[in-house]
C-alpha cells in the first residue's frame, strides 16, 4: 500500500510555543489530505480537510487560527499548533488520499503532543 | 445525516477463537464505502478492506472475513483463529461526501 510518513512521531514542548507537524505521501501524489485529532481511548475526530493549493476546511469548533494547516503541494501538508496549550496535548494523525474521497485514506504513524 | 455504529466497546477472547466485530451504520446515500482500520498499540491505522454500496458480496482474506449486508446495513469483520497479534483497535469507517468513523472496537486477545 501507499505509504504516508508523518514526523515527527513525539514533541514535547513549552506552553505558548508552537509546534510544526508534518505529513508526507511517500509514493503517491495527495489530492486530499485529512487532519484528525485522537483523544485516549476514543476514536478520531476530523479537524480539517486539506487540498493542495486551497485553503483547507475546518470542522465546526475547531480553531482555524489555533491549527494552521498548509498544504503547499501533491505531497506535502503541514499542521502548526500555534501558541499550544496544555489542553493541545494530544494525537495527531494525518492521512492522504489519492483522487475521490471514495479512495483509500492512509495514515500516518501519528504525532503525540505534550505541552507542559 | 450518516452515522457509524461500533456498539462493542473492548471484546476479550483466548487466543484461536473467533470473534466478529460488528459495525452498523446510517445513511441515506445511494453510493457510499465502507472500510475496516486496525489501530495497533503503536497508533498507526492500518487499512484493511474497502467496500463500495453497489459491492455486497463477502470478502476473505486469510483469517479475516467480512460481512456486508445493505439490508441491514451492517459490515461486520470476523476474525478466524485469532492470535495474539491481532490485539488492537478496530475501526468501521464510512464515506460519501466526508469519511466518519465509528467509535472503534479494543480486541484483546489473550495467549
Known amino acids: 500500500g501507499a505509504v504516508v510518513s508523518q514526523h515527527p512521531s513525539w514533541v514535547i514542548c513549552k506552553s505558548g510555543t508552537s509546534v510544526k507537524i508534518e505529513c508526507r505521501s511517500l509514493?503517491?501524489?495527495?489530492?486530499?489530505m485529512f487532519w484528525y485529532r485522537q483523544f485516549p481511548k476514543q476514536s478520531l475526530m476530523l479537524m480539517a480537510t486539506s487540498n493542495e493549493g486551497s485553503k483547507a476546511t475546518y470542522e465546526q469548533g475547531v480553531e482555524k487560527d489555533k491549527f494552521l494547516i498548509n498544504h503547499a503541494s501533491l505531497t506535502l501538508s503541514t499542521l502548526t499548533v500555534t501558541s499550544a496549550h496544555p489542553e493541545d496535548s494530544s494525537f495527531y494523525i494525518c492521512?492522504?488520499?489519492?483522487?475521490?474521497?471514495?479512495?483509500?485514506?492512509?495514515f500516518g504513524a501519528g504525532t503525540r503532543l505534550s505541552v507542559l | 445525516a450518516q452515522k457509524v455504529t461500533q456498539v462493542q466497546t473492548e471484546i476479550s477472547v483466548v487466543e484461536k477463537e473467533d470473534v466478529t466485530l460488528d459495525c452498523v451504520y446510517e445513511t441515506r446515500d445511494t453510493t457510499y464505502y465502507l472500510f475496516w482500520y486496525k489501530q495497533p498499540p503503536s497508533g498507526e491505522l492500518v487499512f484493511l478492506i474497502r467496500r463500495n454500496s453497489f459491492d455486497e458480496q463477502n470478502e476473505i482474506s486469510g483469517r479475516y472475513s467480512w460481512n456486508f449486508q445493505k439490508s441491514t446495513s451492517s459490515f461486520n469483520f470476523t476474525i478466524t483463529a485469532s492470535q495474539v497479534v491481532d490485539s488492537a483497535v478496530y475501526f468501521c469507517a464510512y464515506s460519501a461526501s466526508k469519511i466518519i468513523f465509528g467509535s472503534g472496537t479494543r480486541l484483546s486477545i489473550r495467549p
Open positions: 509514493d503517491f501524489q495527495a489530492t486530499t
Open positions: 492521512s492522504a488520499v489519492q483522487g475521490a474521497l471514495g479512495n483509500i485514506q492512509y
